[in-house]
């Protein structure tokens, strides 16, 4: 049984806190949902904006918005992390 099956096991949940879009489109974070057992993702707007500074992985889509005509950076933000 795999460590967080065991946790799971005793009535408690693990969540995973680093979401990263790279994480999602290659496939890696629903490999650790299904085969890690992971049963909760956390949002945190400081991992996230490290996401957005410090890395090319949301440009394409921070771009698109702005060439639709969306300014607000917080009505960005809320689409990029829904």
Known sequence: ???VQRIASVGQSVWHG???RDLEDTGALARVVEDDG???LM???IIFQKTIV???L???EIRERASRG???PVAIEET???
């Open 1 to 3: 049984m795999h460590r």
């Open 18 to 20: 680093y979401v990263r």
């Open 38 to 40: 992971i049963a909760e």
């Open 43 to 45: 949002y945190s707007p």
């Open 54 to 56: 410090g890395s090319s």
């Open 58 to 60: 949301v440009d394409r």
């Open 70 to 72: 969306v300014r607000d």
């Open 80 to 82: 990029l992390a829904v």
